[in-house]
């Protein structure tokens, strides 16, 4: 763990004042994380030898010279990229949002960009811009569209951070890899691809508080309404992170995503099959809505630009599931009712929507010391009135008879007064 970006995703926003274009973000609740670069291409092996966990990585994880690494973009051809397809598939899944990675680590623009040749128009036989596509398909589905950039990184460039096997630490200037790179490429990412809804962050390192904040105001006047992720470091955010596969144990106030890929990885990896089941994904979805935050989760596209089956098929039924609970997901707060037994809740004005994650043997759900004046407690796929008994302070809710448990939870709604 980065001990050091604990400590800013805890504290994003040291002024106390929300964002004033936040309540999309909060309302949000489902978005896609892409991570696609050259990475994708290499699919987590380098010379035979194969590499598991963080693809995007493997730049580092082999020590790959930029010489090496360059010749990479000569045979990156994602000819099978769709943006209606992406666009339409985060859709289908039922998520508000989508940030992708315009340059990662590896240095390598995902974007036509006029500062570097080390870019997807300049660099590789594809020749094209993905990001112009892709981020006007977003925006035609009402879908909230952002791009991540690694500030900091930038194991391509001498002057950039963190490669240390071409470069030596102590000849860096990195005044200057903000100057000539990372800056006037933000300001080319929130200038060319229409309303940006965020500029995902990460890993701060290079700048003192006064300079981020320099940075920071500089970039702010291109877009006012874009979102920055807290990874922009400094407290300087506009809402929490938690890190890599991190739900918060409680609920936080204030607004804040929790980041999960679908696999083990964020950049795509041939041999890694492990993908969340629909089930798990939505467990995690009303996780942390009902602790008050939203679910950004990762996809990984292939070198050849296709998404895997996977995650297509998974996203498309965790997206039915949204058709007919989504009211149980969008637009709430956190649960009042906290962890129990059964599951978590989530909250609109007048109404507990109950996550069945766990139902239990003899198809009764307790709910303590919720003492109020019920209207009516139904499942929220029918509408059909349950059964419900009061019991002192606590409520104790029938499951409809012959109910088991199936493949993705039940929502049971209690409308109420008080
Ligand atoms: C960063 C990247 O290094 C990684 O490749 C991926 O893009 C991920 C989404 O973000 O990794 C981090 C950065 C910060 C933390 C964890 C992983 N953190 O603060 O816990």
């Given amino acids: 763990v980065y001990a050091q970006d604990m400590d800013e995703m805890w504290d994003s926003s040291s002024s106390g004042k929300e964002h004033k274009n936040i309540q999309w973000f909060k309302d ?63 859709e289908d899944a039922g998520m508000k949002y989508m940030v992708i990675t315009a340059k990662h680590h590896e240095g390598f623009s995902m974007f036509d960009s006029k500062y570097t ?10 020749k094209k811009d993905p990001m112009k596509s892709l981020s006007m398909e977003a925006g035609k589905r009402g879908i909230q569209f952002g791009f991540y950039y690694s500030q900091f990184q930038d194991w391509y460039e001498p ?22 790179k990372a800056i006037p490429q933000l300001k080319e990412l929130m200038t060319n691809y229409g309303k940006l809804g965020i500029i995902w962050f990460d890993t701060p390192g290079g700048l003192t508080k006064k300079e981020t904040e320099d940075f920071v105001n ?23 992170d938690f890190g890599d596969s991190e739900l918060p144990p409680f609920t936080i106030n204030g607004p804040w995503e929790s980041i999960y890929t679908h696999n083990d990885s964020w950049g795509y990896i041939k041999h890694d099959m492990n993908f969340k089941t629909p089930v798990e994904i939505v467990y995690l979805l009303a996780n942390a809505a009902a602790r008050g935050g939203n679910l950004m989760l990762n996809v990984g596209p292939d070198g050849e630009g296709n998404i895997p089956e996977y995650t297509i098929n998974y996203l498309k039924e965790v997206g039915q599931w949204l058709k007919i609970n989504g009211e149980s997901i969008y637009g709430t707060t956190a649960g009042l009712l906290g962890q129990q037994p059964w599951g978590v809740s989530t909250s609109k004005s007048g109404k507990q929507y109950l996550h069945v994650l766990h139902k239990p043997m003899d198809g009764k759900i ?10 009516k407690i139904y499942l929220l796929d029918g ?36």
């Avoid at 040749?117 to 594809?126: E, N, Q, S, W």
């Avoid at 307790?366 to 209207?375: A, G, Q, R, S, Y």
């Avoid at 349950?386 to 088991?404: C, M, N, Q, R």
């Fill in 28 to 90: 949000a609740k489902f978005g896609m994380f892409i991570h696609w670069g050259l990475y994708s291409k290499l699919g987590g092996e380098w010379n035979g030898k194969r590499y598991y966990g963080s693809g995007e990585w493997i730049m580092n994880q082999a020590k790959i010279p930029v010489t090496e690494y360059k010749k990479v973009a000569q045979i990156f051809n994602p000819v099978k990229f769709n943006g209606k397809e992406w666009a339409q598939l985060a």
């Fill in 117 to 126: 040749d080390f870019d997807i128009v300049d660099a590789t036989p594809y």
């Fill in 159 to 180: 002057n950039g951070g963190k490669n240390t096997w071409d470069f030596k630490e102590s000849e860096k200037d990195y005044q200057k890899y903000y100057k000539q």
């Fill in 218 to 240: 500089s970039l702010r006047k291109y877009q006012p309404d874009c979102l920055f992720s807290s990874r922009v470091g400094h407290g300087l955010g506009d809402y929490k």
């Fill in 366 to 375: 307790l709910i303590p010391d919720f003492n109020v004046t019920v209207n």
């Fill in 383 to 418: 509408n059909k009135a349950l059964h419900y008994e009061k019991k002192g302070e606590d409520l104790i809710v029938s499951l409809p008879v012959g109910s088991t448990q199936k493949s993705l939870n039940d929502v049971i709604v209690i409308d109420y007064v008080g």
